[in-house]
């Protein structure tokens, strides 16, 4: 059974950086895409990237896009968010999610996932 665990969310100025990553175990994450979502206070949870399985496509939810950048190292069985820009409003706990189905990845949908991490808590705040 695949395990995943986030790591790399912190405090971070407006305008900052943070690079999250998703490390997995139990499993190959070659039989997975991988999305990233987050949650915020009294938000509903929304996907924000995701990378297919063999890491050929890459979707971006429109409020990170050109911010944030999704990659895969597959020998290190990780996926990673580079988030630059920061702004307030991407204030969340931060999930990795992984699914068989490049398809329910694309479109960011939760109960398609199979399995999930934990989160990682990012806060953008001065």
């Known amino acids: 059974q695949l395990q995943l665990v986030e790591s790399g969310g912190g405090l971070v100025q407006p305008g900052g950086s943070l690079r999250l990553s998703c490390a997995a175990s139990g499993s190959s994450l070659d039989y997975y895409a991988i999305a990233w979502f987050r949650q915020a206070p009294g938000k509903e949870r929304e996907g924000v990237s995701c990378i297919s399985r063999r890491g050929s496509r890459i979707y971006y939810a429109d409020s990170v896009k050109g911010r944030f950048t999704i990659s895969r190292d597959n020998a290190k069985n990780s996926v990673y968010l580079q988030m630059n820009s920061l702004k307030p409003e991407d204030t969340a706990v931060y999930y990795c999610?992984?699914?068989?189905?490049?398809?329910?990845?694309?479109?960011?949908?939760?109960?398609?996932?199979?399995?999930w991490g934990k989160g990682t808590l990012v806060t953008v705040s001065s």
């Open positions: 999610a992984a699914t068989s189905s490049d398809y329910l990845c694309s479109n960011y949908a939760t109960r398609g996932m199979d399995y």
